[in-house]
């Protein structure tokens, strides 16, 4: 069974400090991890990576995948309060059926 | 605006009755999917079509069920048979061979 673990699963931080969030994974014939982030209700697209290595970036927001180590992290500097949500990890198999990880609840202060 | 729509966005449900969550999308995806989300956990997969008149179980499938007549719409129906509906119900599409997703702004079912 796929499985998708992420870390912490709750902070909080004050603006402009720099939060990373950790996602592990176990999973048969990876395809590809993607990066939610979820502030009310629709979860929005951050990032999709399939290759280890390859940094991938957005503004503020980073990520990059190990895909020996089989974990991602994601990145985001100089918090702002607009960043507080819920960031979800998700993997894909080759059948394309997302895993979900429990997600990262990310509180940022003024 | 292209864009996926869920209705109602607050649904109550008495005991021993079923409920249809409505799901359409105007993105002219190929795939829907029906994904549950309670307190503290991932998302889970209830049901998926790749191809209309066609879908399958995902990991939670018992007390649902769905339908895939036109391609825009996927509707999911919490049966009776679900002693536990209580949740947040978000449904998703994307291209075919496509692992991105779209999702809808969700459905927060609660039991009466």
């Known amino acids: 069974e796929d499985k998708v673990v992420q870390s912490p699963l709750s902070l909080v931080v004050h603006e402009g400090d720099t939060v990373t969030l950790n996602c592990s994974y176990e999973v048969t014939n990876f395809r590809s991890l993607l990066w939610y982030k979820q502030e009310k209700k629709a979860p929005t697209f951050l990032f999709m990576l399939t290759s280890s290595g390859i940094e991938k970036k957005s503004g503020r927001l980073s990520s990059i995948l190990d895909k020996k180590e089989l974990f991602s992290i994601l990145n985001i500097t100089a918090t702002q309060t607009g960043d507080s949500a819920v960031y979800l990890c998700a993997v894909s198999p080759n059948d394309y059926k997302l895993s979900f990880g429990a997600g990262t609840t990310v509180t940022v202060r003024a | 605006d292209g864009g996926i729509t869920q209705s109602p966005k607050y649904l109550f449900r008495k005991e021993g009755q079923n409920v249809t969550l409505s799901c359409e999308q105007n993105?002219?995806?190929?795939?829907m999917y029906w994904y549950r989300q309670d307190p503290g956990q991932g998302l889970r997969l209830i049901y998926y079509s790749q191809i209309v008149n066609d879908f399958q179980k995902g990991d939670i499938a018992e007390g649902y069920s769905v339908s895939r007549e036109k391609k825009e719409s996927f509707p999911l129906t919490v049966t009776s048979a679900q002693k536990n509906p209580t949740a947040f119900y978000l449904c998703?599409?994307?291209?075919?061979?496509?692992?991105?997703?779209?999702f809808g702004s969700g459905t927060q079912l609660s039991v009466l």
């Open positions: 993105l002219n995806h190929d795939a």
């Open positions: 998703a599409s994307s291209d075919y061979s496509n692992e991105k997703l779209f």
